[in-house]
């Protein structure tokens, strides 16, 4: 697709491992220190649309780029999410997985981790 900033592989990370149906790009707009994102080469709008060896290649770069972060920031923890559709926050129509890597005291309460994407559901 053209107007997709997902569907030009020229900027994957060089540095990272690829693969023939995904690739990983660092995130413009970084939670934090690291957050990268792990995309099918194809332009499919979500995770569910994917076939299974789509699905396979995003867990498999995912876990990669997990230990390349491991050994080069050593972060604390991470957090992964994939927003499907608009009302769950999907603004790129073209599905990417989110390596969000966390580290201690980047937010005053990590508790609840993902459940933030609702803030009053966080706590519980």
Same mark, same amino acid.
């Given at each position: ?14 540095? /990272?491992?690829?693969?023939?149906? @995904?690739?990983? +790009?660092? &995130? ?5 220190? *690291?957050?990268?994102?792990? %995309? ?18 995003? /867990?498999?770069?995912?876990?990669? @780029?997990?230990? +390349?972060? &491991? ?5 604390? *923890?991470?957090?992964?999410? %994939? ?27 990590? +508790? ?13």
């Amino acid at each position: 697709m053209p107007d997709c900033p997902f569907c030009t592989p020229s900027s994957s990370l060089p540095a /990272m491992p690829d693969h023939p149906l @995904a690739h990983i +790009r660092e &995130d413009l707009y970084p939670v934090s220190r *690291g957050h990268l994102l792990i %995309i099918p080469n194809r332009h499919v709008a979500n995770w569910f649309e994917l076939s299974n060896e789509e699905q396979q290649a995003v /867990m498999e770069l995912g876990n990669q @780029a997990k230990t +390349r972060l &491991d050994n080069t920031l050593q972060p604390d *923890g991470y957090n992964i999410g %994939i927003n499907c559709g608009q009302a769950a926050g999907q603004t790129v129509m073209h599905v990417h997985c989110h390596l969000i890597p966390r580290y201690k005291g980047d937010t005053l309460e990590p +508790r609840g981790g993902v459940r933030g994407v609702i803030p009053e559901k966080q706590s519980y």
